[in-house]
């Protein structure tokens, strides 16, 4: 289906700054906001407090912290240059000139004075222009006389790395570049899809490897298929967790649990993923699984979590910006945003030792290197290094499994 004409430079020749917070079509809460930065002032009244997005408390508190999470954030690189060509003052406003909408959730925002209808505008039915995208991921493919719509779920994807959304064959797919660290975060995502495959964990989000030209040079980019639909939305942990106190008497990551189960997961299946994305991010070196690249899929009409997420995001992995490959004792003293600050300790986490079958990781440290030589443009001898890195990790792991405290390295170097 495609989009009707009703397309979002319109909506701001209307002055009003008040908005509903709308759920598919559903008015969940009256919100004012500050048109120039895009940020929401106040909520007015809440209609619908079981609509609301969750982590959100009923008298709409941590709404408009909900909604600058889902803008572009400031630190993306080139960010600055396409807000000075748009004319925007913020990646927020940019955002609310799209409404808002995005392919993770049901969640927009509709102007007060506008009658406007959820079939007609969101991008999971209806396509969208790729000018935009294009613009946030390569500025010298825009023309600079174009008229560049800003109808795009791309104003609405977080993270540093340059992203956009494309369809192909009417899937929806998020493209990611990254011109730095010799391309090598698009690289790592397929990594980590062997190392799933090789195991048999069927849970995760599907990589491939795509070139793209930017700033005139072809780099390597990552593709992958939209893991949310019409009728489910992804919850990041951070959601669940962001505005629960966490008693003394327990943990971060057993809160976490508890308000899963709370929203209606069941905790063994929370406690699966979780062990296994543990162990898997550690023999790959990911460091950075915080709570916003994890989480659950939610299902709207249930009100209730139904599912893990499957696992993606691991391209912070593979010593992508370490300009020396650590090995030996050093692998053991890995920092990391998660959990816990050291990756070795985020083991302590793991209750099942025979979730790995290691058998099926013979050879995947040479599969990593070939990956990296053949795909990236980094020398052959720090590929080596990597791979290297990769096996010691695994045997490292494995001394793991069959009980030892690893953390405690001065016990085995």
């Known amino acids: 289906m495609k989009a009707k004409n009703i397309t979002t430079e319109n909506h701001f020749l209307i002055k009003s700054d008040l908005y509903v917070l709308k759920h598919k079509d559903l ?3 009256m919100v004012k906001v500050d048109r120039d930065s895009g940020k929401i002032d106040y909520v007015l009244d809440v209609y619908m407090p079981g609509e609301l997005p969750l982590g959100c408390g009923k008298d709409g508190k941590g709404i408009a912290e909900w909604w600058a999470s889902r803008a572009i954030p400031d630190s993306r690189r080139g960010i600055q240059q396409v807000l000075h060509y748009l004319e925007a003052n913020s990646s927020l406003s940019l955002m609310l000139s799209g409404y808002g909408l995005s392919l993770t959730d049901h969640y927009w925002m509709q102007p007060v004075r506008e009658e406007l209808y959820w ?3 969101n991008f999971y039915e209806n396509d969208f222009s790729d000018e935009l995208g294009d613009l946030l991921t390569d500025m010298h493919k825009v023309d600079v006389d174009a008229n560049v719509s800003r109808f795009s779920p791309s104003s609405s994807v977080n993270g540093e790395m340059k992203k956009k959304w494309v369809i192909e064959n009417g899937i929806r ?13 698009s690289v790592n995502e397929v990594a980590a899809c062997r190392l799933h495959k090789r195991l048999g964990w069927a849970n995760y989000v599907p990589y491939r490897l795509e070139t793209a030209v930017v700033d005139g040079e072809e ?12 009728e489910l939305e992804f919850v990041s942990a951070y959601q669940l967790i962001r505005n629960y106190k966490v008693p003394n008497s327990s943990s971060v990551y057993e809160s976490l649990i508890g308000q899963a189960v709370e929203y209606g997961m069941e905790a063994p299946v929370v406690r699966r993923q979780l062990e296994y994305t543990i162990l898997t991010d550690f023999i790959l070196t990911n460091t950075d699984r915080h ?5 659950f899929l939610y299902h709207p009409g249930k009100h209730k979590l139904v599912a893990m997420a499957p696992v993606f995001d691991t391209g912070n992995a593979l010593f992508y910006d370490k300009e020396i490959i650590p090995s030996g004792k050093h692998l053991l003293d890995i920092g990391v945003t998660s959990f816990c600050k050291r990756e070795a300790d985020m083991l302590r986490y793991v209750s099942d030792k025979e979730m790995i ?36 990790k695994i045997e490292l792991l494995q001394l793991f499994c069959q009980g030892k ?7 085995y170097w």
């Not at 709570?291 to 989480?295: H, I, W």
Request: a negative charge; hydrophobic letters at 40%; charged letters at 20%.
């Open 27 to 29: 008015d969940v809460a």
């Open 119 to 121: 079939m007609n505008l």
């Open 173 to 185: 797919y998020l493209m990611k570049i990254n011109a730095g660290n010799y391309g090598q975060q």
């Open 219 to 230: 780099i390597a980019c990552s593709l992958n298929p939209l893991f949310t639909s019409e």
């Open 291 to 295: 709570f916003n690249n994890f989480g």
């Open 357 to 392: 079958d290691f058998n099926k990781l013979n050879g995947f440290s040479e599969e990593v290197e070939e990956l990296l030589k053949m795909y990236t443009h980094m020398p052959d001898v720090r590929a080596e290094a990597i791979a290297q890195s990769v096996q010691q």
């Open 405 to 411: 405290k690893i953390w405690k390295r001065e016990m």
